[in-house]
Nanobody, 124 residues
Framework: QVQLVESGGGLVQAGDSLRLSCAAS????????MGWFRQAPGKEREFVAA????????YYAGSLKGRFTISRDNAKNTGYLQMTSLKPEDTAVYYC?????????????????WGQGTQVTVSS
């Protein structure tokens, strides 16, 4: 089992930046892929970004590419999501996930472990 804990969320103003962290513990290894998803009230959980096990391959939701950057530090068992130029429509609970395949996957079904989520609120 892998436990994931997100941190770094909060209330910011439009145009601000925020960095989310996802710390993995338990039966951890660097062979799993990591993904970030978000869910706004009344909406389905949507894909944000993903990174493969080595960090050599990343993928972003089209509308977020250029503003969000996903990365990982395998030595620290931690993944990151750097968010810049935040907009009110970025307001959501952000979840990190880990997948045993190690590959970049954009669907929720591709991930085996999930964090509890961290709230990001962007005011206008």
């Amino acid at each position: 089992q892998v436990q994931l804990v997100e941190s770094g969320g909060g209330l910011v103003q439009a145009g601000d930046s925020l960095r989310l962290s996802c710390a993995a513990s338990g039966r951890t290894s660097s062979s799993y892929a990591m993904g970030w998803f978000r869910q706004a009230p009344g909406k389905e959980r949507e894909f944000v970004a993903a990174i493969n096990w080595s960090g050599s391959n990343t993928y972003y939701a089209g509308s977020l590419k250029g503003r969000f950057t996903i990365s990982r530090d395998n030595a620290k068992n931690t993944g990151y999501l750097q968010m810049t130029s935040l907009k009110p429509e970025d307001t959501a609970v952000y979840y990190c996930a880990a997948g045993n395949t190690g590959l970049v996957i954009t669907t929720t079904r591709g991930y085996d472990y999930w964090g509890q989520g961290t709230q990001v609120t962007v005011s206008s």
